[in-house]
Structures are given as structure tokens and as C-alpha cells.
């Protein structure tokens, strides 16, 4: 729960005050895998900050210890599951995470 959160969270930040704010999720299975993509129309992340998005004590914000992403990293990967991103400035970021599904 705590990785939804962090990324709603951060998703609402993102996104202009004076924008109307867009944030979609969606979650899909492809075979194997489960895939949930957390999708944002804010401000983007530039490529020169993109390499240390998921790095612990690294925030772009006024408050806050930089630690959610981190934290969203480690837990997702706890469940061997794999994250990553796509942004594109002034347009918007898709968190997407992917999931192992075992079925019984």
C-alpha cells in the first residue's frame, strides 16, 4: 500500500496547482506478469535528474527526506517485481511496475 501512496502522493505534486490535475492507474496482465502503471500529467522528470530518481536522500521538493522513491524501489523489488519510468517534460511521468504472477 505504501508504494501506491508514494506515487499518488508524488503524482499530485508534480502536477502544476494551476493545471488540471490527470492521474491514471492501470493494471493489466501480460502472461506472467502483472503490470500497474501509476501515469501523472505534471511537470515531468529531465533526463539530468532521471538516473537519481530512485536513489535514497535525493528529492527535487522544499520538505521531505527524499526517501519514498527509494522506499517504493526496495519494497517492489522485495516482491521481485522490477520499476522504472517514462517522462517527458511539461507532459507528464507513467511509473509502470511489474509483478511476477504465480498462479495456482
Known amino acids: 500500500l505504501f508504494f501506491f501512496t508514494n506515487l499518488l502522493t508524488n503524482a499530485i505534486q508534480a502536477i502544476p496547482s494551476d493545471c488540471e490535475k490527470k492521474?491514471?492507474?492501470?493494471?493489466?496482465?501480460?502472461?506472467?506478469?502483472?503490470?500497474?502503471?501509476?501515469?501523472d500529467n505534471g511537470i515531468g522528470i529531465s533526463a539530468g535528474?532521471?538516473?537519481?530518481?530512485?536513489?535514497?536522500?535525493?528529492?527535487?521538493?522544499?520538505s521531505g527526506m527524499g526517501m519514498g522513491l527509494s522506499m517504493v524501489k526496495n519494497m517492489v523489488e522485495?516482491?521481485?517485481?522490477?520499476i522504472f519510468f517514462?517522462?517527458?517534460?511539461?507532459?507528464?511521468?507513467?511509473?509502470?511496475?511489474?509483478?511476477?504472477?504465480?498462479e495456482q
Open 23 to 39: 492521474i491514471t492507474i492501470f493494471a493489466e496482465k501480460n502472461q506472467s506478469i502483472i503490470v500497474i502503471k501509476v501515469s
Open 49 to 62: 535528474i532521471a538516473d537519481k530518481i530512485f536513489k535514497p536522500s535525493f528529492t527535487t521538493k522544499s
Open 78 to 82: 522485495a516482491m521481485n517485481g522490477t
Open 86 to 102: 517514462e517522462s517527458e517534460e511539461g507532459k507528464g511521468t507513467t511509473f509502470f511496475m511489474e509483478f511476477p504472477c504465480y
